[in-house]
């Protein structure tokens, strides 16, 4: 019996009024069986109904947005769930990468040959909700009790190089063995450099789900690393202790996962291996800037008296997100629970209300106006000379700053 939401029951049965049996299928399934819960759910419609009647159906309960009539994907906001509802489909494969497939749309198929062309059997998994019944025709549920990845057909699974990587993320994530036939396909498509095939963006993807959504993201890089990739650096410790102080942000988990695997990187070294994965621009400049300010904590930490240390680093970064790198990386070298140069960096930092966000600027470039001077591009360097006074503190509110701005400019 799988728990789905009784808020669907109103959709399935509307289906069925249409002689159509809705069977959700993959990852909620999947999920479910591992008591984690799910807010995305797919659901495959069997039965005699065209693309355009199933979409006209779904219209009543939300905007629908048609991915692709050639895969035959409606997706349905439903309340707080996001829906995708697809026709059961063979794929054959006719070109190189993992979009070279000959999508073959039949609602008429048996689940078996529906699901045969997934890429793991614990994906392979359906709930029948009229019959209340699983649907299980390749053991995946035995495999998630067993905890061993284990691939639908080795022979379809060598035409997608992507799962090369889900392999790695699936038992990263899920705490998999992965079974001996599938490792040496996977090790055997790398040879092959299949990974060649897909462009770096869906690389990343996978990439990103093994750092964000395991609790030992580890195991995926050694899955990776044995499998003969060059996506790994020997820091995979550190984001293990990442993984344990993740904040609510996705985008700081992962320039946070990425400054751990480059922490001890030259520049040149850090820029490389990120522009492997990614050409995010921002993301690259966010994760530059966390390994070379984690360089400067022990020096903050013995000069710890002088504030002005503390200022110019939050003026790089935030503070609370270096100390969560540099604290990992201590906690994976390191046995001891103490960590004192971070605390005592934490406790001076929120002392001074700078551990998330740098010193408010007291002088801005209308102060300079009021004192008769017209715009210049020199305003630039007036206001970087008076934020460094600033943090030096030469002046602590905007009366003295503004005396200070008359004494700089000699007026």
Do not use: H, W
């Given at each position: 019996m799988i728990n789905y939401p009784s808020k669907l029951n109103i959709i399935f049965d509307k289906l069925k009024n249409y002689d159509i049996k809705p069977i959700i299928v993959g990852g909620f399934i999947r999920d479910s069986l591992l008591k984690i819960e799910s807010k995305d759910i797919d659901i495959e419609v069997y039965g005699e109904i065209s693309f355009k009647k199933l979409e006209d159906i779904l219209k009543e309960f939300g905007n629908v947005n048609v991915v692709g009539k050639s895969f035959g994907v409606c997706k349905l906001k439903f309340e707080d769930y996001d829906l995708d509802f697809s026709f059961p489909r063979i794929d054959n494969k006719i070109k190189s990468g993992h979009r070279g497939f000959d999508v073959e749309i039949d609602?008429?198929?048996?689940?078996?040959?529906?699901?045969?062309?997934?890429?793991?059997?614990?994906?392979?998994?359906?709930?029948?909700?009229?019959?209340?019944?699983?649907?299980?025709?390749?053991?995946?549920?035995?495999?998630?009790?067993?905890?061993?990845?284990?691939?639908?057909?080795?022979?379809?699974?060598?035409?997608?190089?992507?799962?090369?990587?889900?392999?790695?993320?699936?038992?990263?994530?899920?705490?998999?063995?992965?079974?001996?036939?599938?490792?040496?396909?996977?090790?055997?498509?790398?040879s092959k450099n299949l990974l060649a095939e897909l462009p770096k963006e869906r690389i990343f993807e996978e990439i990103k789900?093994?750092?964000?959504?395991?609790?030992?993201?580890?195991?995926?890089?050694?899955?990776?690393?044995?499998?003969?990739?060059?996506?790994?650096?020997?820091?995979?410790?550190?984001?293990?202790?990442?993984?344990?102080?993740?904040?609510?942000?996705?985008?700081?988990?992962?320039?946070?996962?990425?400054?751990?695997?480059?922490?001890?990187?030259?520049?040149?070294?850090?820029?490389?291996?990120?522009?492997?994965?990614?050409?995010?621009?921002?993301?690259?400049?966010?994760?530059?800037?966390?390994?070379?300010?984690?360089?400067?904590?022990?020096?903050?930490?013995?000069?710890?008296?002088?504030?002005?240390?503390?200022?110019?680093?939050?003026?790089?970064?935030?503070?609370?997100?270096?100390?969560?790198?540099?604290?990992?990386?201590?906690?994976?070298?390191?046995?001891?629970?103490?960590y004192r140069a971070g605390e005592e960096i934490y406790k001076r930092a929120k002392e001074l209300n700078i551990l998330k966000e740098k010193l408010p600027t007291l002088l801005m470039g209308r102060d300079i106006l009021k004192l008769g001077l017209k715009a210049s591009p020199k305003f630039s360097k007036i206001l970087d000379e008076a934020y460094e006074a600033q943090m030096h503190g030469k002046f602590k509110n905007h009366n003295e700053a503004m005396l200070w701005l008359k004494e700089y400019l000699k007026l």
């Open positions: 609602s008429n198929l048996d689940f078996k040959t529906a699901a045969s062309r997934r890429d793991f059997t614990i994906n392979a998994i359906g709930y029948d909700v009229e019959e209340k019944k699983l649907l299980d025709p390749f053991c995946g549920a035995d495999d998630l009790r067993n905890k061993i990845l284990r691939a639908v057909n080795l022979k379809s699974f060598i035409e997608d190089p992507l799962r090369v990587l889900r392999a790695a993320q699936f038992c990263a994530r899920f705490d998999l063995k992965i079974e001996d036939n599938l490792f040496f396909t996977c090790k055997d498509m790398i789900k093994l750092l964000l959504k395991s609790q030992k993201p580890s195991y995926g890089f050694k899955l990776l690393k044995e499998f003969g990739t060059d996506i790994y650096t020997d820091n995979i410790s550190v984001i293990d202790e990442i993984a344990k102080r993740l904040t609510t942000n996705n985008q700081t988990n992962l320039v946070l996962m990425l400054a751990g695997l480059c922490y001890n990187f030259e520049l040149t070294q850090t820029e490389n291996f990120i522009l492997k994965l990614t050409d995010e621009k921002e993301l690259l400049k966010r994760v530059i800037n966390l390994v070379q300010a984690n360089n400067e904590i022990d020096n903050i930490y013995k000069n710890s008296t002088d504030d002005y240390l503390l200022y110019k680093l939050a003026a790089k970064v935030n503070i609370d997100e270096l100390l969560i790198l540099n604290s990992s990386i201590y906690f994976a070298k390191n046995s001891q629970k103490v």
